[in-house]
């Protein structure tokens, strides 16, 4: 059995006491001997890989410290995820949450592990990803966004799940207010990109359950990387524009001739030949879901914007001693780089290619 999302020794800070999680496991159908490990990516919600008996199973919690509740909501991510499953078959199945937190020292929700292979930006040696690959690849993976999107929101029990009028002015103003809190140094692109998004937001194109976090390493691919089995992270999502959705994955997407920078912050290997392009997924985007993509820029930019302040805000908490993880030092480069190439969609109108200079 293939995967490689491979778990390593907790990190310092994040460990979980397994003389209290053991007797809740077991009165949820899991016991025996707890051994943890933890999955080593991701800047958010923290994934453990617990060993209980002979059997594997996933607990998410938020990060150890981290006082947002909104952000961190693991029943709301337990709700999605239990509805979701019963009219979708790509999210892991979900055994039971825990908001007693005095457990483990947070909420937290344990799931089924799901096994296959999550890809990310430095490839494994041994995986080979020709031409005819990627292509398959990235139709499956636009493919599964446009199923999130025409998701039967009454089937699954999640029409009251958020509220998508004005939705887009909603994070327009909340995304530029987190970048003030988190605010360092004095970027000009961000507060051009802010004042501009401000200024240019449009009407929602509808509301259907959206991701918004949707990417090759937040998805599952089956050991033959034929497809994708399952979506992972589950945390930001909600009921809103389908295109903000669309923006969001556009802006993972990086291309060969994109700039240096955003190359460099990949996400995963949207850049080998055979990848559909941001045009092309857009083209099929729209053709499996019917609906029309219009507004690209402002969806495009705003995205890169959104990564600019999460970039920010992580390097803030480096600065502030919060954290001494040193992937988070060099953040507030990510931020200049994001937020220049925002500009660029700006000034040209032209979220399709980027100049890579």
Same mark, same amino acid.
């Given at each position: ?6 778990p ?9 006491? @397994? #003389?209290? $999680? ?10 025996? =001997? ?9 800047y958010?919600n923290v ?58 020292? =947070? ?14 930006a430095?490839l ?9 690959? /990627?292509k398959?690849?990235s139709?499956s993976?636009i493919?599964?966004l +446009? ?8 089937? &699954?029990?999640?029409?009251? $799940? =958020? ?10 103003? =909340?995304? @530029?207010?987190r970048?003030?809190? &988190? ?6 692109? /961000? ?9 240019? @937001?449009?009407?929602?194109s ?16 089956a ?14 999502? #909600?009921?809103?524009?389908? $295109? ?16 240096m920078?955003?190359? +460099? @912050?990949?996400?995963?290997p ?7 392009t941001?045009?092309? $997924? ?11 993509? #219009? ?5 495009y930019?705003? +995205?890169?914007f959104?990564?600019?302040?999460v ?17 988070? +030092? ?22 399709? #290619?980027?100049? &890579?200079?």
């Amino acid at each position: 059995m293939v995967t490689l999302d491979r778990p390593e020794k907790v990190r310092e800070g994040a460990e979980l006491d @397994t #003389t209290r $999680l053991a007797p809740w496991l077991a009165a949820h159908g899991l016991p025996g =001997g707890v051994e943890v490990m933890q999955f080593p990516r991701g800047y958010s919600n923290v994934t453990y890989l617990l060993r209980v008996g002979d059997r594997e199973v996933v607990l998410r919690r938020g990060p150890p410290g981290v006082k947002i509740a909104s952000a961190h909501d693991m029943g709301r991510e337990h709700k999605i995820l239990s509805h979701l499953s019963n009219v979708w078959p790509k999210v892991p199945k979900v055994i039971a949450l825990c908001d007693d937190e005095s457990v483990i020292g =947070g909420a937290f929700y344990v799931m089924q592990r799901v096994h296959g292979v999550i890809l990310r930006a430095k490839l494994p040696e041994g995986i080979a990803l020709p031409p005819e690959r /990627m292509k398959q690849l990235s139709e499956s993976l636009i493919d599964t966004l +446009a199923e999130i999107h025409t998701t039967d929101l009454a089937a &699954a029990g999640l029409s009251d $799940l =958020g509220k998508p009028a004005g939705y887009n002015a909603r994070q327009v103003k =909340g995304w @530029t207010e987190r970048y003030a809190k &988190a605010k360092t140094d004095e970027i000009p692109e /961000m507060e051009e990109v802010a004042s501009w998004l401000a200024a240019n @937001t449009p009407t929602e194109s509808g509301g259907t359950l959206i991701h918004n976090d949707f990417k090759y390493d937040n998805v599952v691919l089956a050991e033959d990387l034929s497809r994708v089995v399952a979506v992972l992270d589950w945390e930001m999502s #909600t009921l809103g524009d389908p $295109l903000m959705d669309l923006g969001c994955a556009l802006s993972y997407w990086v291309e060969e001739k994109d700039p240096m920078m955003l190359r +460099a @912050t990949r996400f995963g290997p949207t850049d080998l030949p055979g990848s559909l392009t941001r045009a092309q $997924l857009v083209a099929r985007w729209e053709a499996k879901t019917g609906r029309t993509a #219009t507004n690209m820029p402002f969806y495009y930019s705003f +995205a890169l914007f959104k990564l600019a302040v999460v970039a920010q805000q992580l390097y803030q908490r480096y600065v502030r001693g919060l954290t001494k993880e040193q992937r988070y +030092a060099f953040m507030i480069e990510g931020v200049k780089g994001l937020s220049r190439a925002a500009t660029r969609v700006i000034a040209t109108g032209n979220w399709q #290619t980027l100049d &890579a200079g």
